[in-house]
C-alpha cells in the first residue's frame, strides 16, 4: 500500500529555531497532508497541498510539494515548546485513502 | 462541533480473548477509518467505510479482525481472537470531503 516515508525522524531543537521535515512517497497521489500528534492527544491535521500545488502557507507552517521527486517537506518557522509532538505526512492516493508515513519526533527546548 | 468519540479508551486483555471497539464520527460525516498505531510508529489503516461501504479493507487481518459501520454512522471494530502483537492505540477518523478529524484512539494491551 501507499506510504510516505519521513526524514529525518528524530529532531531536536532551540525555541525560535525552525524545523523542516521532509517525506517521500512512492505513487501519484491526489494530496498530502501533514498531521501532528501531541502525547495525550490524538492526530490533528495542520495543512493540506493538492497535488496540483508546489507550495502552501498556513500561519507558521510552510509546505513544498515536489511530484517529480514525490517528495514533500514541511516547515515549521519561530518553533515553539507547544510545537514538540510527533509529525506525520499522509498521502492521499485515492478515494480519500490516507496512507501515512512513520513520523517525525520534534523536540523544542525552551 | 463535537469531535470522533471513541470507546472505551483503555482495555487490557489476555491473548485469545476477543475485544470490541466503538467509534462515533462528527455527524455528517460520510467517511469513516480505522487505522492500527504501534507504539513508534506511524497509523495504519485497517479499514475504510464510505456511507456504509468498504472502500478498503486490503491491510484488516480478517481472519481475527472485523469492523461494521451501522447505518452509515457508528462503527464497530472487533478483534477475535487477540494475539500479543494486536497490542496498539485502534484510532478512529471521520471525514467530510479530504480532512481526517480524529479521536483520542483506544490503548489495547494483550498480555
Known amino acids: 500500500s501507499q506510504q510516505g516515508e519521513e526524514d529525518p525522524q528524530a529532531l531536536s531543537i532551540q525555541e525560535g529555531e525552525n524545523a523542516t521535515m521532509n517525506c517521500s512517497y512512492k505513487?501519484?497521489?491526489?494530496?498530502l497532508q501533514w498531521y501532528r500528534q501531541n502525547s495525550g492527544r490524538g492526530l490533528v491535521h495542520l495543512i493540506l497541498?493538492?497535488?496540483?500545488?508546489r507550495e502552501k502557507h498556513s500561519g507558521r507552517l510552510r509546505v513544498t510539494l515536489d511530484t517529480s521527486k514525490k517528495s514533500s517537506s514541511l516547515l515549521i518557522t519561530a518553533s515553539r515548546a507547544a510545537d514538540t509532538a510527533s509529525y506525520f505526512c499522509?498521502?492521499?492516493?485515492?478515494?480519500?485513502?490516507?496512507?501515512f508515513g512513520k513520523g517525525n519526533q520534534v523536540v523544542v527546548i525552551p | 462541533e463535537a469531535g470522533v468519540a471513541q470507546s472505551p479508551r483503555y482495555k487490557i486483555i489476555e491473548k485469545r480473548q476477543s475485544v470490541a471497539f466503538w467509534c462515533n464520527p462528527i455527524?455528517?460525516?460520510?467517511?469513516l477509518y480505522w487505522y492500527q498505531q504501534i507504539l513508534g510508529q506511524g497509523p495504519k489503516l485497517l479499514i475504510q467505510?464510505?456511507?456504509?461501504?468498504?472502500?478498503?479493507d486490503s491491510q484488516l487481518p480478517k481472519d481475527r479482525f472485523s469492523a461494521e459501520r451501522l447505518k452509515g454512522v457508528d462503527s464497530t471494530l472487533k478483534i477475535q481472537p487477540a494475539k500479543l502483537e494486536d497490542s496498539a492505540v485502534y484510532l478512529c477518523?471521520?471525514?467530510?470531503?479530504?480532512?481526517?478529524?480524529f479521536g483520542q484512539g483506544t490503548r489495547l494491551t494483550v498480555v
Open positions: 477518523a471521520s471525514s467530510p470531503t479530504v480532512e481526517a478529524f
Open positions: 505513487t501519484s497521489i491526489n494530496n
Open positions: 497541498i493538492r497535488s496540483n500545488e
Open positions: 499522509a498521502t492521499d492516493y485515492g478515494n480519500n485513502r490516507l496512507a
Open positions: 455527524s455528517g460525516h460520510a467517511t
Open positions: 467505510f464510505q456511507n456504509n461501504g468498504v472502500v478498503d
